[in-house]
């Protein structure tokens, strides 16, 4: 028998989800950091793999409004093995994902306060906001949806601030940047592509709570088109207001926002923006770990009703109804890289580490998932989403500038994503066996 969740998720809540779960503030910093040429490539990545993505996510969630989401259209498609695979990595990559956002929180946060970009001082403050985060989506989804939706409006206050110093530095004294648009491929700054396609990501994630959301046939299509507009928008408007208000060799790829935001509120006179846009980004922040925390924990709960992982995932709380075992195991995996992912690397560095290893891992189920849009008929979204995502792939196994090792960081990024593989056939071939005599 498959327990019943609460449907607690409606249009206005499914759209604010998701734009609280895809937008990455920190991106802006990235892509304006890379130059002027990252606005032509986030409109490339907008059409050729956010909007096949947001086409294969309303294909597949309107025949199949299932909780799961990624995993169940997989196992619908390719059979259990692959359904496995694809929720595993799904899973797994966000163990690296929450880090990721912690650290750029913490390198964003730490510059606000004026200090170095040493972790140590906020890393309880960051794992704080990590179990509030947790927490707030134990107790349930009428509650864990408010910190996405504030985490969405303090989104577009950062962006609408953006703009608004964007505009003005820009009629008072023109464009800090030439806007040529026509991307650069140097090497160094290669590695930023694969990147760029991934800050995309995460509009599959409110299918994967279809048991909980109002009408999924027609709220997950609706809310795929309606914040995919707003997203897309947020990208490129937010990128070049960056660039308008400062060159990009002086943006960093960490702290760049805060520092755009500092150097504009000192030329236009506006002392407040600077801690206004730390709030937002902070905000954002945590918006985002409410997000991923609790629909990914969806995503072991569905597996663990086919007896793929310990029953246990498959367990709701009894007083909250949620999969309270799942959440807390991210949480606590989460915590302990956290501790642990900067031992032998500079903080810049880690952070690229972290990136590179989530965008490997993330985007093996976006195979899937355009593969399987491939077999519903979206021939052509599934062959653009396809290319890109491989693309992705390759591009981000080039190092950053500044890896104390290339072999060494090479041997990290390829190691740990077999080994990531590699756990998941030894699981799955466990699980069948235990499941084999059971079955009629």
Known sequence: ????????????????????????????????????????????????????????????????????????WTRRAFGPWHGFLCGWCYWLSNLFYLPNLILAGLAMSAYALGLAEDSTPLLPASLAVLWIALIANLVGLGVGKWIGSLGAAATYVAGGLLLVLGAWAWRLHGSATPLD??????????????????????????????????????????????????????????????????????????????????????????????????????????????AWIGAVARVPFAIGLDRYLPAAFARLHPRYGTPHVALLVLGAVATAFVLTMQAGETLRVAYQLLVDLTVMVYFIPFLYLFAAAWREGRWFSGACGTAVTVAAIVLSLIPPGGAASVWLFELKLVGGCLLLVAAARLCFKRSAAIREPAAP
């Open 1 to 72: 028998m498959t327990p019943e969740f609460k449907r607690a998720l409606g249009l206005r809540d499914l759209v604010l989800f998701n734009i609280a779960a895809v937008i990455g503030i920190r991106w802006l910093a990235a892509a304006a950091h890379a130059g002027p040429g990252s606005l032509t490539l986030w409109v490339l990545a907008a059409a050729l793999f956010f909007v096949p993505s947001a086409l294969a996510v309303a294909t597949l969630g309107e025949r199949y409004p299932d909780q799961g989401g990624l995993y169940v």
């Open 181 to 290: 648009l026509a991307p650069g491929f140097n090497l160094d700054k290669l590695n930023f592509w694969s990147q760029i396609a991934f800050a995309f990501g995460g509009l599959e994630l409110g299918a994967v709570m279809a048991g909980e959301i109002r009408d999924p046939r027609r709220t997950v299509p609706r809310a795929a088109w309606i914040s995919g507009a707003a997203i897309a928008a947020f990208y490129i408007l937010g990128t070049l207001a960056m660039l308008v208000l400062r060159t990009p060799d002086r943006i960093s790829p960490l702290t760049g926002l805060v520092e755009v935001g500092a150097d504009a509120g000192v030329r236009l006179g506006l002392a407040w923006a600077a801690p206004v846009l730390a709030l937002a980004i902070a905000l954002n922040v945590t918006g985002q770990l409410g």
